[in-house]
């Protein structure tokens, strides 16, 4: 991680004076913001300016900035294109420090023109020490001091803890509308824009450093400071401010779309979900999940583990429950003996106590006992959080007493829902906030608030682990070493021997034992098997000689052969490699059409400790394979688990030498028999 310093945001969010640059009666944006900053109760000056105009929504309009009764903090910006940057060298002569530039053609998609314009204006702003919000954004909300530079309205917007930078201010303009209509408030809302000068980073920064926000929620197109971006994530996560994120980008469209959009670099996506994992981001697959996931953040309730109870009042629901946990491997805790005793006598008895658990009449029609329930749930110490049956009041009053008392009984996360969508109404907004606890909407995003809460407390409690710089010696890499360093790492090697002609490799098989694998070892060979260079199976010294001949005419210099021993086992593929944004990462997959075909592979990023790695197994869809299926025996996890941190510490000392290093296979014998990497690459710097 880095240390940087971020720019001056509190001179854009705030300003104590605006100017509405380009205020019309032909725009709607204009009104928009006027509008916003005179209901906001913005206590500062508002001035307008348009040599149009002597007067406009019943406020004196005033010709240029010179005009003004006073140099304003910060300019709003609705002009064309080519005026922008001569109102800027203008503003900074006067000395006003921001500005808010709502126009675009500066440097989206592929407009040559357009990059120069942003160029320019990045070197008004690095030359002057104006700080600016966009351009091609809808400005922002400063809920407590009034300044709402949004052009659009948002009637329900209340102070709050939740801390919003969207790069897409369409986009933040829809969703703060939903999500203040389900009692979410904010501290402070940002559209980024094309982050010519201000970026995420910065205000990300700003955030984390805010006593107001509690926590962060991101749409995320690009990172265009990705190291900088990892030591202030990291900063939240010290600080306790979980930070919530949509990433775009996970498909080549969405990719291209970001760059069209703000001219921004979208980046591996499961490098970026790695670096989440790492920094205890939780990623939101939609912007409907980001809504229940921020209400259930918001009561900064973080558990110590992902172990969740789920107690639901009805059978279908139950139902629905169980298949979306099977789908999303939600992590149900193993109720304790103590509690499935005390819950027996509470509900039916045709009713298994399990969990989920279903309580059936002695829910429906006893909300008291339905809560007691709740209560036994949440003092069991195999239960991290809960979700329970709960659904908001609209239409008519209702106690929040019952609800406030599960709250005030436990220090866990406790989470109420319901199996579908619903709207709400002032009275539902109330019953929430008296309740002291968030009520979230439908199963599945339900379900992904638990994992998400798990998946911080986990990580705030492990914290962050530190890469030590590369030190090692390049002459390690190199054979007889480089087989002594993978085995003192626990990656054994199966029995081999590398010769230079065919007739030794004719004798080495001999000894070593039939059948053998021969494979061609020659620099400009990198994929043996893609390049034909590696024959399998071969049972006597005349097919070694034979092969090996044929090998060997492949390579344009002096090529080796390299005999092994012929290892069953099931075919894993580990490698590292080291990012260009987000540093060095370990993947795993499980070979073959796993890999392939299917893309089933998890990674994190570097170092990698034993837990770890055994939860990057577990992430695989072909995982089962592992632990035995059709009659085979369980391999040698273990032994993986720990050939898997071997490689992330050897990539890690040596990745100022290496760009990547790949074991596959590296074949994983049934449990008790080790590992053997059978074909080691690597790609020097």
């Given at each position: 991680?880095?240390?940087f ?9 705030a ?8 205020a ?20 500062g ?46 503003a ?7 500005a ?13 023109q ?5 160029q ?29 530079t ?21 986009s ?12 979410i408030?904010?501290s ?6 094309n ?42 996560l ?10 775009l ?10 760059i ?15 670096m ?18 921020t ?20 059978g ?14 939600t ?6 003996d103590k509690t ?23 829910g ?25 049956h ?18 005030a ?12 969508t ?14 002291g ?16 809460l798990?998946?911080?407390?986990e ?28 085995q003192?790492r ?30 061609l070892?020659a ?11 590696v ?18 005419t492949?390579?344009l ?6 005999i092994?021993?012929m ?25 073959g ?18 837990r ?14 592992l ?12 032994a ?16 100022n ?5 790949e074991?596959?296979?590296i ?19």
């Open positions: 991680m880095i240390a310093a971020r720019k001056p945001v509190e001179n854009l969010l300003a104590k004076s605006v100017a509405i640059v380009g019309s009666q032909k725009g709607a944006w204009p009104l928009g913001i006027y509008r916003n900053l005179k209901g906001a109760k913005f206590p000056g508002v001035y307008l300016i348009n040599p149009n105009y002597n007067e406009l929504f019943g406020d004196k309009c005033y010709p240029n900035l010179a005009a003004l009764p006073e140099v304003p903090d910060e300019l709003l910006i609705l002009i064309p294109t080519r005026a922008v940057l001569g109102v800027l060298e203008e900074t002569k006067l000395g006003t420090k921001a808010t530039i709502y126009t675009a053609g500066f440097g989206e998609g592929d407009d040559v357009g990059k120069e314009r942003a320019a204006m990045k070197d008004l702003c690095e030359r002057t020490g104006m700080v600016i919000c966009g351009p091609n954004c809808m400005g922002s909300y400063s809920v407590g001091e009034g300044l709402w949004f052009p659009t309205v948002t009637p329900l917007l209340k102070k709050g803890p939740v801390g919003l930078i969207f790069q897409s201010g369409g933040l303009g829809n969703w703060i509308k939903g999500a203040t209509e389900r009692g408030g904010f402070y809302a940002i559209s980024s824009g982050e010519v000068s201000l970026d995420l980073v910065d205000y990300l920064s700003f955030l984390v450093d805010d006593p107001d926000t509690k926590v962060i929620t991101l749409m995320v197109e690009g990172i265009r400071r990705p190291s900088e971006f990892m030591t202030v994530a990291e900063q939240a010290s600080n306790g401010k979980p930070i919530l994120a949509v990433k980008g996970r498909s080549e469209m969405g990719k291209r779309q970001a069209s959009h703000t001219g921004s670099l979208a980046g591996a996506d499961e490098v970026f979900d790695a989440s994992k790492r920094l205890g981001i939780i990623r939101c697959p939609t912007l409907e999940d980001m809504t229940e996931m209400l259930a953040f918001m009561p900064g309730r973080f558990p110590k583990g992902s172990r969740a109870a789920i107690v639901v009042n009805s279908g629901m139950k139902g629905l429950i169980c298949d979306h946990c099977d789908e999303l491997s992590n149900l805790a193993q109720l304790g499935k005793e005390a819950v027996r006598p509470l509900i039916p008895p045709e009713l298994a106590v399990e969990n989920p658990l279903e309580c059936g009449v002695a429906f029609g006893d909300e008291a006992g339905f809560i007691n329930i709740v209560k036994l749930h949440a003092e069991d110490p195999g239960v991290d959080l809960l979700a329970i709960g659904e908001l009041p609209r239409g008519q009053k209702r106690s929040a007493e019952l609800f406030k008392s599960v709250t009984a436990t220090d866990k996360p406790v989470l109420a829902f319901g199996r579908s619903y709207s709400c109404l002032d009275e539902s907004r109330a019953f929430q906030e008296e309740a606890m968030p009520f979230l909407q439908a199963i599945k995003p339900t379900l992904r608030a638990l994992a998400g798990g998946l911080y407390g990580r705030k409690l492990r914290g962050v682990p530190k890469l030590a710089p590369a030190s090692s010696d390049a002459s390690e890499l190199a054979g007889e070493n480089l087989n002594n360093l993978l003192s626990d990656i054994d090697l199966p029995k081999q021997a590398l010769v230079g002609t065919a007739a030794d490799a004719a004798a080495k098989a001999k000894e070593l034992g039939f059948p053998v694998a021969v494979k070892i620099a400009e060979v990198v994929h043996k098997t893609e390049s034909g260079a024959v399998l199976g071969l049972k006597s010294a005349e097919e070694v000689q034979a092969e090996g001949q044929k090998l060997l492949k390579t210099g002096r090529g080796h052969l390299l092994q021993e290892v069953q086992g099931t075919e894993v593929l580990i490698g590292a490699r080291t990012d260009p944004q987000y540093g060095p990462f370990l993947m795993v997959g499980l070979g059409i796993f890999v392939e075909v299917l893309k089933d592979v998890s990674i994190r990023l570097l170092p990698v400790d034993e770890e790695a055994r939860e990057m197994l577990k992430e695989l869809r072909g995982y089962k394979v632990e035995g299926v059709r009659g085979q025996k369980p391999r040698d996890v273990d993986l688990v720990k050939a898997m941190v071997g490689l992330s510490d050897i990539f890690a000392a040596h990745r030498h290496l760009s990547d290093m074991i596959n296979p074949l994983v014998r049934a449990q008790g028999g080790g590992v053997a990497a059978v074909d080691v690459r690597l790609v020097r710097r």
